[in-house]
């Protein structure tokens, strides 16, 4: 049976050595490349097409993050899996956003390393506890949101142009007292307090 090829992408090199011989311990874990930044990884992950990439989210230049989208584009056959000192539900949604398969911690047992990896070969997902709990925390919010309807976004799009009440008006064919309604309703909808701060939401459920 082939063993599951691994790059290491970590910018310490204590780290990515340690990472490294740890997986490399391991009888059907074959550690093809470790290297110290995304621009690296880009063109090792090119080169010996990895199964898995695990990636700290800190890097110097290209971050973790963006090195997932491009792992994602340029290497689809390889899973990312995060390995990070830092956690917060904005990260662990960016991450999963951009195509990541896990998201560890850095104090994460050695065991489970291993088993988080042979894990997002099989394309399952590899979630440290505080990041499921982050990611469930962000799935009940979104459950309570109020839904936009087609007209409303079509609203929101229009604010997020700059358009006034009487630009708005003239486009959608309304009254101008009629369009004031419907963005203040739009506000509360989204809970906001003004223009600015719907777009900002409106970006934030990735409705613009």
Known sequence: MPRIRVLVVDDHEIVRQGVSALLAAERDLEVVGAVGSAEEAVAAAARSGPDVAVVDI???GMSGIELCRQMRDRCPGTAVLILSSFISD???RECVEAGARGYLLKDVEGFDLVRAVRAVVRGDAALAPQAAALLMETVKER?????????ELQLLRLIAEGATNREIAARLFLSESAVKDRVLALFRKLKVRGRVEAVMEGVRRGLL
């Open 90 to 92: 904005t990260l662990v």
């Open 143 to 151: 459950r309570h949101e109020e839904e936009i309807t087609p007209e």
């Open 58 to 60: 800190r890097l110097g």
